[in-house]
């Protein structure tokens, strides 16, 4: 089995919330699972560059009364000033390289002052959620982190993490 066979593939509806359905996708949409992280579909597309490889762009959107925390302490008590949209990168979905628009709040906490809200499934800063950067550990692990970057097409070298 090539480690590509091994890919494990996330549904709409469980890509943020950490459960993994092997080898099957759901087209349906199920924004509930989502809305427990916080965050509902808005849009799904996937796109064929010229060159490349296909993507999956799933655009979302804030659910309903989600309680924002701050990204440096926690506190659940902070006043949003607006949102910037991240793109994230997550689990490859099929053949597709999978990318999340996430609105992240900016929050002003009275204990920190201005940061970015905290999410359970992101690191501060990051551009990848944790769980791609976990399964890209593990195959680092046990293959040669270019062999990694090729699976995952990720780009070594600079302008990582930034
Ligand atoms: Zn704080």
Do not use: N
């Amino acid at each position: 089995m090539t480690v590509r066979d091994k890919r494990v593939m996330w549904c709409h509806a469980h890509a943020l919330t950490g459960k993994p359905r092997v080898g099957a996708w759901r087209t349906t949409r199920s924004p509930r699972c989502l809305a427990a992280d916080g965050f509902e579909i808005v849009k799904v597309q996937r796109e064929h560059p010229a060159s490349g490889s296909p993507q999956v762009v799933i655009e979302l959107t804030p659910g309903p009364a989600v309680a924002r925390r701050c990204g440096r302490c926690g506190a659940g008590t902070v006043e949003v000033h607006d949102t910037t949209v991240r793109r994230i990168r997550e689990l490859p979905i099929l053949d597709a390289e999978t990318w999340l628009l996430v609105p992240l709040a900016r929050v002003r906490c009275p204990a920190c002052g201005p940061s970015t809200e905290a999410l359970p499934w992101l690191e501060r800063y990051a551009r990848m959620t944790k769980r791609f950067a976990e399964s890209v550990a593990r195959l680092a692990q046990v293959l040669p982190i270019t062999e990694v970057a090729d699976h995952f097409r990720l780009k070594l070298g600079h302008g990582q993490g930034d």
